[in-house]
């Protein structure tokens, strides 16, 4: 199964190294690359069942990470006092700090366009939002590609393992599976995402366009996904 899509906030490699970074709590400067690699890995996997765009510039991050890796694992010569040796991480992380300058400043941007369209929306629809806003008693919090992966990550692992492959259509399709989303929602009036995933467990490749018939939900806003805060739960609902 092949399947491209793009995303905004799907923005490279990089990204996903911050994203990594920020839920392991870690210091950019102190990155523990062996754990950081294992779960880069992980995701790397569902980006190549996916198919998804600049899919290649991700595989060279992670042979970034493993050069680094083994780098590190290298026996260190012995120095004078005076000298320093180079931390093999060095590189990386002067790329990483570069890339979230310019991303904090592309996000500073971003919200000042937003600040400005709130500013000049009509008073009865701003009234409206915060009504809605309220009824859900969930906080309206943008959810980003790779927290979805993450918990999809996590789900995946409890697909029961196959032992046998026999090569056969793949019983079910992403209409299908946007129907079984939109039913489930609406008898629902919001779930975990989780246990949203959790429904379609039994099979892999099922689980996986599930996965993808929920983007493509999100893509058109037929289904929209929230959380309170940076890496808690995410909460889908129907629009």
């Known amino acids: 199964m092949s399947y491209r899509i793009h995303l905004q906030n799907f923005d490279g490699?990089?990204?996903?190294?911050?994203?990594?970074?920020?839920?392991?709590e870690v210091d950019v400067y102190d990155i523990p690359v062996a754990t950081i690699t294992q779960q880069y890995m992980e995701y790397l996997g569902v980006i190549e069942m996916l198919d998804l765009d600049n899919a290649s510039e991700y595989i060279l991050m992670a042979a970034t990470l493993i050069r680094v890796k083994a780098a590190l694992l290298?026996?260190?010569?012995e120095l004078d006092d005076d000298d320093d040796a180079d931390d093999p991480r060095h590189e990386l992380v002067q790329r990483l700090l570069e890339y979230q300058r310019f991303k904090e400043v592309a996000d500073g941007l971003e919200e000042i366009e937003?600040?400005?369209?709130?500013?000049?929306?009509?008073l009865n629809y701003k009234f409206e939002d915060d009504e809605?806003?309220?009824?859900?008693?969930v906080e309206q919090s943008e959810v980003g590609m790779y927290e979805l992966m993450a918990v999809f990550v996590d789900v995946?692992?409890?697909?029961?393992?196959?032992?046998?492959?026999m090569v056969e259509r793949i019983p079910v399709t992403i209409e299908d599976q946007t129907k079984v989303v939109l039913e489930f929602l609406e008898n629902?009036?919001?779930?975990?995402?989780?246990?949203?995933?959790?429904?379609?467990?039994n099979e892999k490749i099922i689980l996986i366009v599930t996965f993808i018939a929920i983007l493509e939900l999100m893509k058109s806003r037929k289904v929209t996904l929230n959380q309170n805060k940076p890496f808690a739960e995410i909460w889908i609902r129907k629009n």
Do not use: A, C, M, Y
């Open 13 to 24: 490699p990089l990204d996903l190294l911050l994203f990594l970074i920020r839920k392991n």
């Open 114 to 122: 937003t600040e400005s369209r709130h500013f000049f929306r009509s």
């Open 188 to 201: 629902n009036k919001q779930v975990l995402f989780r246990d949203l995933l959790l429904t379609q467990v």
């Open 156 to 165: 995946i692992k409890r697909v029961p393992p196959v032992t046998e492959h």
């Open 74 to 77: 290298l026996p260190k010569p």
């Open 132 to 137: 809605s806003e309220e009824e859900d008693g």
